[in-house]
């Protein structure tokens, strides 16, 4: 530590706007940003047994547009959708990268009796472009992924002091070697005192790959 520069500051520029809209029945938000700036980082390359220093200066730019809507259909019965479009775009000596990302959820929350359901829907698609180095590369021509999950949850008023939640969710991602992640949940809640609780769970769940897991590859970088 000799106080000199780590070559690894950055600056951004931003600029956003976001409307709102109410009603009785329903709820209307649009929002929007653009943002573009530099980015620099140090690395450390080894090759014949030594560590050299690898500067990398690149450029990063983007921006996205989401809408959000709620639909009060009555008391006791919503939906909400969201729909957003992400661009991002990088670029250094490294490598470079452009990712457009389009996104749909959609969810209906049903109280009826002891009964508190939830039931949506949610689906990504990722268009990407990558361009590798000789530090870095990526193994395979990937220009594409693609995630759908539906799931279905029911929150159950047993009495005043116990709660059970069980849920079911599905998931298709093409990066994940399975045709579709079933991911079970079932949840107690006993409220033994005014402001104390204990509950216990048991759930499972899946991190599936994201491009990044399975096609990089790193020739003698470190950080």
């Not at 990398?56 to 957003?84: A, E, K, Y």
């Not at 999950?149 to 069980?166: C, E």
């Not at 599905?170 to 949940?185: F, K, T």
């Amino acid at each position: 530590m000799d106080g000199s520069d780590a070559g690894d500051n950055w600056d951004m520029g931003r600029a956003g706007l976001r409307v709102d809209s109410i009603s009785r029945s329903s709820e209307m938000t649009l929002s929007a940003e653009v943002y573009s700036g530099s980015v620099r980082a140090a690395y450390l390359s080894s090759g014949d047994g030594s560590f050299d220093r690898l500067q990398d200066d690149g450029s990063v730019s983007g921006g996205f547009v989401s809408s959000q809507v709620v639909l009060r259909h009555s008391p006791s019965n919503s939906t909400r959708g969201i729909v957003s479009v992400d661009h991002a775009e990088r670029a250094s000596d490294l490598f470079g990268e452009e990712r457009t990302t389009c996104s749909v959820d959609v969810q209906n929350q049903h109280q009826r009796g002891r009964h508190d359901v939830v039931a949506g829907g949610w689906a990504r698609i990722n268009s990407i472009d990558l361009r590798g180095s000789a530090a870095v590369d990526f193994l395979d021509e990937i220009d594409q992924d693609t995630v759908l999950s539906a799931f279905v949850q029911d929150d159950i008023t047993l009495s005043d002091d116990w709660s059970v939640m069980m849920g079911l969710k599905l998931e298709n991602n093409s990066l994940s070697p399975n045709a579709i992640e079933v991911m079970p949940s079932l949840r107690a809640l006993w409220r033994w005192h005014e402001n104390h609780s204990a509950w216990s769970a048991v759930t499972r769940a899946v991190r599936t790959p994201s491009w990044g897991d399975t096609v990089i590859s790193l020739s003698g970088l470190a950080p």
